[in-house]
């Protein structure tokens, strides 16, 4: 059974940094993982993705460059840096995780999901 637990979100003013963390259990190591988030009102977006040994990564346009996403598959552990941070970046962050080699950016695409956490941005 997967499972996947998020950590490290909080508030930060606006410019500053925050890591947060995703622990999965119950996955093969051919496992694409991704970060997602969801701003009141609004869909779910992807933030970004990174296959199964992390050589390969993508990125949505609004992150790129700041945001970084990397995983520990002997740890077990999902991870993303956020720098330069502004208020539009404030969401529940959700880690995804779902089989196979490629990347994923469809919410649709991955069939195991963490609670969230919450990210805020203040001015």
């Known amino acids: 059974q997967v499972r996947l637990v998020e950590s490290g979100g909080g508030s930060v003013q606006s410019g500053g940094s925050l890591r947060v963390s995703c622990a999965a259990s119950g996955l093969t190591y051919l496992t694409v993982m991704a970060w997602f988030r969801q701003a009141p009102g609004k869909e779910r977006e992807l933030v970004a993705a990174i296959n199964w040994s992390g050589s390969m990564t993508t990125y949505s346009d609004s992150v790129k460059g700041r945001f970084a996403i990397s995983r520990d598959n002997i740890r077990k552990m999902l991870y993303l840096q956020m720098n330069n941070l502004k208020p539009k970046d404030t969401a529940v962050y959700y880690c995804?995780?779902?089989?196979?080699?490629?990347?994923?950016?469809?919410?649709?695409?991955?069939?195991?999901w963490g609670q969230g956490t919450q990210v805020t941005v203040s001015e």
């Open positions: 995804a995780a779902d089989r196979g080699p490629r990347i994923l950016t469809e919410s649709s695409q991955y069939g195991n």
